[in-house]
Every structure is written in C-alpha cells, then in structure tokens.
C-alpha cells in the first residue's frame, strides 16, 4: 500500500514534466537526428536518405573544424575568465570591508555595485549587439577608439582584426555574465559562518589568504554550478556573434563557432540534413565534454 | 596588491584599491548603458559623430516613434504574460520532476534523469522545423498558450538538472519526520521540502525569468503569423532592422531604452529580496 | 547581347517613366540587361485559361481572405500597406486582407510553406530570402503566365507582358516558367555628391589613372576615395568587382561564373578587376569600413568622407531622412580599368529586381495574381515609385512623378550607356553559398590578408564545389 502510493505519487509528478519535453523537445530533436541522415533541403516532400555520407562531409570541411576550435576556445576561455572576475568582485563587496568590529563586512556601497553588476544580464541580446557595435566601432566615432583617440593611438579594428575579433566577442560575453555571478557567488559567500573568518583573522591571516582558504574551498559547489550555467551561455553566443561580427563569423570565420555555422547552413544555404548532422556531432561532444567534467569534479569530491 | 596583503595597516591602502576595481567594473557596465539612454535623444550624425559627445537637445521624436513602430507596449505585455506563465510552469514542473529523481529510488530513475539532462547538449534552432510541425499538430502555432508550453519543455532540462542537484544535498531527517508524521509525499514536497529549497529554487527562477524574457528563435518561428502575439526580443529585432534600412537610429536606441528601464526597476525593486533568497540557504 | 532594335531609346525611357527628363534619340535598352532566357523574345502560351470578365480575369472570390507577406526592408511595407492592399479591397469590397512585415522572410516562412500553409502573396527578399528554386521544384510557386497574358488594369486591350519592361519576362523565369514577378529597377555602378564635385572643380573619372588622380587629390583634403561597408554590406563589393570585371572581359565573364564553367573565377578579367580594387584599398582605403554597415557608410558618405561609393540608386531614398542640403547624389560608371576594357567608359548595371511569388498550394492563388495585377498597374506603380522614390517595371508609370536627381543621374547614365549594359550576377540567387562565400572572401582579398589570385583560386574551389554538390539544383544561362 505505502510502496503504491510512492510510485503513484512519484508517476503523478513526473508524468506531466514528461510529457511536455518528450512531445515539444524530444521528438523534434529525434526528427533533426533523422534528418542529419538526409539531404533534405528544407522544402522537398522528398527525403533522400544518404547514410552517413554527410558526417563523411564534415570531416574534409575545413569550416566545421574552424568552428569547433573556436568553440572549444570559448567554451574554456568564458567560464575561466567570467568566475575570476566574479570571484575577485564578489570577494572585494563582501569580505573586503575588512575584519575590524564585529565580523566580516562588505565594502562600502556593495548593495549599490550588486545592482549596477546585474544590469547587463536583462538585456536582449540584440540590445548587448547594437550597444557594442557602438563601443567598438572600428573608427574614432566608436566609443572604444573614440578614447584611445583622445591619447593618440591609432584607432584598432575590436571586431576587424582575425586574431583580435573572438576575444573581442568574448569580452562582451563576460561583460554581461559577471553580474550573475557576483549575485550568485555573494550568496555563497554571505553563508559561510562569520566565525570562520573571525577565527582565521584573529590567528592573523590576511584578506588574500582568506580567500584561498577559507572563501574558496567552501565555494567550490557553487562555482560549480556558475562554470556549468556558463558553458550552456556559450551555445547562446551565437546570436551575439551574428549582430556583432556578421553571419558568417567574419572576419575569415575567426569568430565563427559551431551554433554560427549550423544556422547559416541550415537556414540560409537550406542544407538541413547536412546542418542537422552538424548538430549531431555537438551533441556527441557536448556529450562527452559533460562526462569528463563531471568525472573529474567527482573525482575532486572523493579526494576532498 | 596580492602579494603585499599581510597585515591590518595597509587596510586603508586595500580598501581603496578594491574600491577602485569595484568603481571601475561600475563603469565599465554603466558607461554603456548610459550611452544607449543618451544616444535615443540625439540625431544620426550625432550617433556617427562623437561618441563621448552629449546630445544637443533632448529630443523625444524617436521615443514616439519607437513606440510607434516596435510596438513596445504591447509587445511587452505579451512577454510579460509569456514570460510569467513559463517560468511559473517550469518552476512547478521542473521542481516536481527534479523532487522525485533527485530523491526516490525506482526503476529507470537515472534514465529518466539523463533523458532530461541530454536536452542540454543540442542546440534548439535545429528542432525549430520539426518544433514548428509540432506544435501546429496541437493547434497552438500563433498562441501564447503553445509559446509558454514549448518555454516549459525547452526550460526543463536545465531545471531538472540545477533542481535535482540541489534536492539531493537538502538533509534527508525533516522529510522523513513528515512521512512519519502522517503527512503524504505531496504535502511533504509542498510544505517541507519546497521552503527548504527556496536558494535554489529563487536562482534558477531568475536563470529561467531571463532565459525566457531574452528567448527569440521560438517565438520568431512559433508566433510569426500574427504580428499582434510578438514578444519585445522579436520587437527588437524588427526596429534594429528597420533602423539598419530607415537609418533610425534614435529610433532604436530609444526603443531599447524603454525595454531595458522598466526591467531594471522591476531588479531593482525585488533585489532585496533576491539577494536575500539567494543567501538564506545553509551552506551546502 | 541582343536587343530588339525597334525600341528607341525615347520609348523605353517613357516605358519606365523617365520621359520627363531626357530628350533626343538614341539606343539605350533596359532590356539589355536581360540575364535569362531569350532577351524579348515572347513567353510560352499560358497555361491557364483566363476569362472573359477584365475586372477579374482570375475569377477572384472576394469571400476569400488574402494573406499578403512583405519583406520590410529599404522600401518599408507602407507601399503595400496603404497602397496595393487598399488597392485590393477597393476591387473586392468587403475582403479581408492580411498583412505581414517581416525581415526574417526563411524562418518564419519556410515552415509554412512545407506545410502548405503559404500566404498568398510573398516579397521573397533580404538576408533570408528563400531560395525559389527549391520552391519551385516543389511546385509551390503559381505559374505567372496566366498574369502575364492578363489584360492590364488600365487598358483592357493591353496584355500585361506589354506593359512592363522585357527585362521582368526573361526573370520571371525558373527552369522555363514564369514564376517570380520582379518589381524594380535599379542602377548600380558608383554613387557620388555632384554638389561636391561642383564645387570643388572635380571632373568623374573615365579611366583608372584619372580614378587615382582624384583620390590623391580627395586625400589631401581628407578625403576617402572610396570606400564600402565590411559589414552586413560586402556584397556591394563583390558586385563592383563582378561588374568591373564584366566591364574588361565583356558580360561572358559573369554569365560564365553564372553557370559554373570550369575555372571562370580564374579569367584574366576577373583577376585584372580583384588586382585593382584591391590596390584602390591599399593605397586610398580606410580600413576602419571593414567594421562599419551600410548605413554608417553611407552616413559617412553623405558627411562628404568618402567619395565614391558602390550600390544601386535604392540609396538616395534609404539615406533620404539623413541628406544634408549639400549632398546631391549622382551616378559614376565604373571607369576604364585597361586601355582595351571589352565595354567602353559609360557602362554600367541596370536591371530588375525585388521579388514577389504567388503561392500555388496557397489557400487563394487566384487573389495573389490579381493582387500582383493590381501592383502592375499604373497606380499601383506610380504609388509605389512616390513612396519609395524607386521606378517599377511598369512602362510609364513614373511619369510625371518628380524624380529625385540620383534617379534622373542615374536615368542619364542609361542613356550614355546605350547598349553596354553590365549584367547582374544571378549566382547569387541560385547558389547563395557561394555568394555568401564571396561576401567573406572578397573583405578577406581587400584587407590585403590574400592575394588576388588566392581569392579568384578560393572562390573557384568553392564554385567548383557547389558544382560538385548534388543537393543543390543547377540553373543556366544563356546571355
């Protein structure tokens, strides 16, 4: 009876979150694995089944692996990048109000620089593209060029220049994700028992040592969970990439990554089976990028 | 100033410093954002001319036209309401989903678990042909009722997977002391452990809140035959377009601006609250 | 090239409305211009039978709601909006008509038509446009014959066919059939400020030293000789240099890349018109318009930062609002590149384009050939050439309707030109992925990141690729 009304209870919380994904996420999901299998060009009633032909493709094109470095970069590079600036501002707003009085403190003003920070998480990415397009305009008018003007540099092509485009792009990236992750890892850090750091500061540990310490190491689920909400942002960098570099990664494809060329494939060149195996061999990367991670961090857990 | 740290005097020194990375990083956020705001009251050239140049009048033609034209009200409205049910839907089901993998064992508990966690790994414009088929199988293309199921389904995975994470590290003894006590799983999933979850659930609401506000490939291919259902993202999109082939571009500038200011007073308002959820948990 | 010699000059002008601002006899042709087909020649016979009635020739049901789908890009959706809808609803009082702008015209509409649920009436344009020959193979576009052979709204007596320039029939065709309707024409070559030059004493450049003089001469007043837009506009290049190398190796340059002849990209020609352009950057560039779109180009234009400048006579409207008094926009042939250039100095491109398709599996094709009926008529045309500043297809149309002085220049300029009109690239329709491929490559050669050989090699390669790609259907061309 008990054992029943377990398995009732846990059918009748699942069956409707279930459903949805399986109809609405699933199943067209499965369709774009079928297609990837196909030569389907988004308008035929025909569907030419071509094997694996397709992923035979893709291994001679030399954009796809042009794409996938460039993903792989940032895909390393954004979360990195991001959890460092947010660590060091978060631990500057909360802890770096110093130890005397009583306990730990935040900076003066924290509250107002925790909102300021969040600001550029509710922006559209169309807003982020059209604002940065302005900010780094490759002429004195650009906002950017605009100041190193002003001291007498010569004006930098931020998104003109292969080697310098991406890193502008992921600049802009961190930009907007610092915030959510000040919030978040504040959070974190506002729960870590203040006798902890008032013990460490009495044996005369500096900030910095608290840091590494004590901040860090309790942190570390939640950067965690910070790295893995950055890596899926990395997916949604491609809409930021079309309205600031164009829809081709330019200049060159340096800017282009794997999302980029799998909707100008499939969408302007109308080559959806091949685009759709596109999608497949993410998938199984993605895949197995997550596996490793996920075995190294569990790894960590059993040495701690 | 890493290396140099031992010591209390050098506090004044310090705090100074973090002041100043902290000052900068504000302007860094807010230089920009500012320039968006000012940029909607200047002419064209004076957008193409200067950039650290501040408009010569404070014109509002471009904030009616940006009215006008993106139609920001109601397309703001329709978000919001989008928006709300979807996050609300996803909370609901995405908890209840993640409550009973993340804490009953039965069989094919794990494979329902990563079914929902591979959602993560392919990307969604690939499905938007086969999503499109979908959906008007179900007689909901062009509603906002299709739009808020398909931002349940598509916000889930994450959900499950950030939700379950964080049920399994809630303490087991309170919810056994409910069952014990006679009340039923659900009621324990409600009134126990739901309070209990409240840091992680208040963070992946806003993770979704902004996922969903910021979404536009399904609405662009869910909603495009009926211009009156957009959301502000496809409003957006249209007048940076328009000011790409009109030139407006006080016009777009002013049309963003009125779509970030009401977000951030609405962030502003409930950050209190926010910042608090976030931090009342205990440490995991 | 072959032109129907017993059209004057005088009547082709007055056919697209440019009568009121050119006199005296000559030989200029806009149907010189024709890509496809058989230049003049007749149509095939329709395929449906129409009947009697001139009103409605289609047998309109004004029960039937029309659903009406317009890229909203440099002409707006007012003209249909206001225009050509109420047009319509004048003619079938009581219908509903159903109106959609959109830029994203292949992800909003792609899906529909799969489903069968097309709207009837599409301007199938902008960076999304949908390629109409998969369209077409899957039969979803009306055969526009029965529209062609209609009578005209404004002289029952006339067939349609005659009252638009020959240039529309020959790109009505997809794989034989008429199927898209092309509604404007337009001049492309280089744009200049004439008011500029005039005061400055500047004579436009006929040959390729003169074009360098000038550029010395602009630089030491801080001016740019020439400039285009890397982003969102690449294209404007990549037609300026297709052009220019039409312009030394004779139109057979692009027809042979048009139909993937085997190392086309590699002509003399196209190699001689890389080299100079690329040059031109090098020595009178700003490298900064690698990272500026067509409007802030064309902004800077108008600031008089730039001299010349590559696109068709759609800009002076696009930049309308933003025209300082100063700024009068006119038309540069591209000059001569060699001393034996295959087209004298003077060539330039006209041709049609804008397009707009009927849906045959749509829930009201007959209302959609109607309503291009009523596009084509004369104030259907008229109306748009006032909203838009830009001349439709339609004979005669724009008469009478005060032209802006880029559209009389560029009116001049045809005229000047004669016979040598410079043929439109139409691989950009057919194989958008090497267009594309083009649009990156060609900022790619201007940067001087590449050699003009490698770029010629690289798009080779690429078109030879797309040659290679059975999934992507073949067009040809004969002229």
Known sequence: MVRLRRYGFVAGFLVVPVALYSVFVISPYLQAFQLSLTSWNGYSSVVRYVGLDNFGRLLADGVFWQALRNHGLLLLVLPIVTIVIALFLSFLLNLGGGTRGAGMRGVWGSRFYRVVFFFPQVLAVAVVGVLFQAVYRPDEDGVLNGVLARLGAEPVGWLTEPGLALWSIIAVMVWQAVGFYVVLFSAGMAAIPKDYFEAAALDGAGRVRLFFSITLPLLRDTVQVGWIYLGIAAFDGFALIQVLAGDKGEPDGATTILPVTIYKTAFAYNKVGYASAMGVALFFLTVTFAVLTLRTIRREKVEL | ?284 | MTHPGEITRRQLLRRIGLTAFAAGPGAGLLSACATAGTGGDPAPAPAVTLSADPKNPFGVDAKKPLEVVIFSGGYGDAYAKDLHEELYKKAFPGVTVKHTATQQIGTQLRPRFVAGDAPDVLNNSGPESMDLAALAAEGHLADLAPLFDAPSVDDPAKKVRDTVTPAVLDNAKINGKDLVLNYTVSHRALWYNAKLFASKGWQVPKTWAEFTALGDTAKQEGILLFAYPGLKGPYYQLWNVLYTAAKIGGNQVIIDIDNLVDNAWNAEPMKQAVTAWADIQAKYGDKAYFGLDHTQTQIKHLQNEVLFYPVGSWIENEMEKDKPQDFEYAIAPIPDVTAADKMPYGAIQVGVGENFVVAAKGKNPQGGLEYLRLMLSKEGARGFTEKTKNVTVVNGAAEGVDLPAGLKSAAKAQDAAGQNIITEARFEGWYKELFDYGTEQINVVMAGRITPEKFCANMQKKADAVKKDDSVAKQTRSQ
Do not use: C
């Open chain 2, 1 to 284: 100033m890493t290396a140099r740290d031992t010591g209390r005097p050098r506090l004044g020194v310090l705090n100074g410093l973090s002041h100043v990375a902290l000052a900068v990083w504000a302007l860094l956020i807010a230089l920009p954002l500012l320039w968006t705001f000012l940029a909607s009251f200047k002419t064209n050239t004076e957008i193409f001319g200067d950039p650290l140049q501040l408009p010569g009048a404070v014109r509002l033609d471009s904030w009616g036209r940006a009215w006008d034209k993106a139609h920001i009200g109601q397309y703001m409205l329709n978000t919001v309401v989008v928006v709300f049910f979807g996050t609300a839907g996803t909370m609901v089901f995405g908890s209840m989903a993640a409550y009973v993998l993340a804490r009953y064992r039965f069989v094919g508990s794990r494979l329902i678990y990563y079914y929902f966690v591979a959602g993560l790994a392919f990307p969604v414009f690939l499905a938007l042909g086969p999503l499109f088929f979908v959906v008007r199988q179900f007689g909901l293309l062009n509603s906002h009722v299709g739009l808020v199921l398909v931002y349940i389904a598509y916000s889930l995975p994450f959900t499950v997977f950030f939700l379950a994470a964080f049920f399994r590290t809630l303490p087991d003894a309170v919810a056994e002391a409910a069952l014990i006590d006679g009340a039923s799983h659900t009621r324990t999933f409600f009134q126990i452990m739901v309070p209990m979850a409240r840091p992680g659930l208040i963070s992946i609401t806003i993770f979704n809140v902004l996922g969903q506000w910021n979404q536009y490939l399904l609405p662009l291919v869910l909603l495009a035959g009926d211009p009156d259902k957009w959301v502000i993202t496809q409003g957006i999109a249209k007048i940076s377009t328009l000011a790409g082939y009109e030139a407006d571009w006080p016009g777009l500038f002013a049309a963003l601006s009125m779509t970030i200011l009401p977000v951030m007073i609405v962030y502003i308002v409930f950050q209190r609250q926010i910042q608090s959820g976030l931090s009342s948990g205990s440490l995991k």
